[in-house]
């Protein structure tokens, strides 16, 4: 079983920065496609951004293109989010999951890790 870590949240002023990670365990990570999702207080999960296998190819919700950029290290097993001109509505755990391709949003694997919490406000 594939075990995801998600870190790199915290407090943040609008207009801010942060940059997530998730560490996921097994050696054939190289192999997925992987999304990240968030979830608001109050409001289903949403998703954000995917990257296929090879990190050559991206997706993003509109909400986040143009702020966000998802990449990839296949030899330390991680996926990242930069986030950048972050907004008070991009306050949320954010997620990290398998996926089957760049242009899929369900998340593959019917478990979550813990999240990392972003919070953006002044």
């Known amino acids: 079983q594939v075990q995801l870590v998600e870190s790199g949240g915290g407090l943040v002023q609008p207009g801010g920065s942060l940059r997530l990670s998730c560490a996921a365990s097994g050696s054939i990570f190289r192999l997925y496609a992987m999304g990240w999702y968030r979830q608001a207080p109050g409001k289903s999960r949403e998703w954000v951004a995917t990257?296929?296998?090879?990190?050559?190819?991206?997706n993003y919700a509109g909400s986040v293109r143009g702020r966000f950029t998802i990449s990839r290290d296949n030899a330390k097993n991680t996926v990242y989010l930069e986030m950048n001109s972050l907004k008070p509505e991009d306050t949320a755990v954010y997620y990290c999951n398998r996926v089957a391709s760049t242009t899929a949003r369900e998340a593959l694997l019917n478990y979550w890790g813990q999240g990392t919490q972003v919070t953006v406000s002044s």
């Open positions: 990257i296929d296998s090879g990190g050559d190819s991206t």
